[in-house]
């Protein structure tokens, strides 16, 4: 297995992934860049808290149906 490539973004945002899926999706890049880029994507994926909901934003309880 090899070692993680030192050209692998840092991915530090949503809208940074974002970007990078698409240009992971549209991109004619050789198949060591698309490991690099999809390594980036899967490491911000799994790093990045998604969640913006606040206490305002929750749904009511069953008791309000």
Known sequence: M??????????TTL???DKAVN???T???SESELLSLWQA?????LNLEFST?????????E???
């Open 15 to 17: 809208k940074d992934v």
């Open 23 to 25: 240009r992971y999706k």
């Open 41 to 45: 994507i899967r490491d911000a994926s």
């Open 27 to 29: 991109s004619e890049m």
């Open 53 to 61: 909901s606040t206490p305002d934003d929750e749904v009511p309880g």
């Open 2 to 11: 090899s070692s993680k490539n030192s050209t692998t973004p840092t991915l």
């Open 63 to 65: 008791d309000s149906y």
